[in-house]
């Protein structure tokens, strides 16, 4: 029987001190015959240690306000319009581009959900692990070729110094989804922002790459950022959510909380539209 309420399988941890903040921030997409105001006066933080989700409708401005953080949204035809992003005291919409590369994925990293647009199809995998720490840690080919080894080990490849040799298209797409987040990880961030990074994978995958997801997230004590359409895995996985619709924040608490007692209609129709969880 299903219903349509979904039960957190897990109390909420106390909030730490926010790593990464997002004030007020503001995106517009500028077209040649309009604009879309894709992020409007968003405002989220996240801890270490700590997972936020956001959740919302297709188009609710989720992966815009994601790039946003590395300011990796297309410009043309992306503006930032307002708001701050701040990370250890520097708003990173105001860094230059020099100090955003030296943050991009050594400081925060990010995972989206094609692992095969994100890897380069013409270098072997360990390569392109190893390649963050060359060129974030200025570390020497073997120490990072180690590193890169004991990443892809790490994320439970099997037989990694095979899977250290091969391509991209060699491998399942759950390996990739595990070579990405070992390229995401590798650096050690503080913070990680996976965009729907098991939308892509079958259902058992799926939830291989999540229990991934977290027992690295444990291990590491990262701040995470998880942007999901599944309000299951929000319940299962993260501590608080934000909710977004129409590029605004419309509710955002303990995923407990919010989930038990939506303040908004919005929040409940997503809750409606959820199959019933069954509690860990
Ligand atoms: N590069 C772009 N050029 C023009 N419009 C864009 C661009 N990227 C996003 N948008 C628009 O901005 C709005 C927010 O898009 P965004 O991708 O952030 O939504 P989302 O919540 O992540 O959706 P989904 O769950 O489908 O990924 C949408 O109206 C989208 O069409």
Redesign the pocket.
Known sequence: MTTDRVTPARTTPTRTTPVLEIDGLS?D?R?DAST?H??QSVSLQVGAGETLAVV????????????SVLRL??AP??VYTGGEIRFEGRDLLAVSEKELCAIRGHDIAMVFQDPMTSLDPLQRVGTQVAEVLRHHRGVSRAEAAAAALAALDEVGIPDPERRYRQYPHELSGGLRQRVMIATALVGRPRVLIA??PTTALDVTVQRQILDLLVALQKRHGMAVVL?T?DLGVVAETADRVVV?NA?RVVESGDVMDVFDHPAEDYTRRLLDATPRLESA
Do not use: R, Y
């Open positions: 995106v997409f077209l879309v894709a992020v919302g409708e297709s188009g609710s401005g989720k992966t815009a306000t994601a790039l949204n297309p035809p992306c965009d729907e942007i359409h977004m590029g």
